[in-house]
């Protein structure tokens, strides 16, 4: 049985089912482990679509009731300081810098779904379908809420830059 640690090891390192022997050092370089960390977050993303027709009515009925502005706010916060994870966070920049190369991506949308996929548990297409059915005011407000809170991540990162 593996320890917690050598475990850990071994799954930022992709490693799972190398047999390690005691002292056996893992070095991964910064580039191994951004990608591993996406990777991961992917793969998490990917798992959290797979859920039961149970646990779908029950997530619906979580974010009709949760979904608030300030809760949504702290969340995109949380997962642009990396609370969800740094792979989660590089997910969200990725879609972030993809709005910005493009005038026909609507990042807000994609992280509007990273953040209920992440925080929520809810499948890409079950948050769709909650977004339909809130009425365009609320849609615009989480617009909003979304747009301010890119832009004072991004100020942020500006006076860390300078």
């Not at 959290?48 to 779908?56: D, H, P, Q, Y």
């Not at 997910?91 to 609507?106: D, E, M, T, V």
Request: with cysteine; proline share 2%; charged share 30%.
């Amino acid at each position: 049985m593996l320890n917690p640690l050598q475990y850990r090891l071994e799954s930022r390192a992709g490693l799972q089912g190398v047999k390690l022997n005691k002292g056996d050092n893992i070095m991964i370089n910064q580039k191994e482990y951004h990608e591993n960390e996406i990777r991961n977050a992917r793969k998490r993303f990917q798992d959290n679509e797979k859920i039961s027709v149970i646990e779908r009515r029950e997530v619906l009925k979580t974010l009709q009731t949760d979904m608030d502005l300030e809760v949504l706010q702290e969340r995109i916060d949380w997962l642009f300081a990396g609370n969800y994870g740094y792979g989660e966070m590089n997910l969200a920049l990725q879609h972030i810098r993809k709005g910005q190369k493009s005038k026909r991506y609507n990042p807000n949308a994609a992280l509007f779904i990273l953040i209920c996929n992440f925080e929520w548990l809810s499948p890409s297409n079950l948050t769709r379908k909650f977004w339909n059915s809130l009425d365009p005011r609320k849609q615009y407000e989480i617009n909003k809420t979304i747009d301010n809170a890119v832009k004072s991540y991004e100020t942020d990162q500006e006076e860390i830059a300078a």
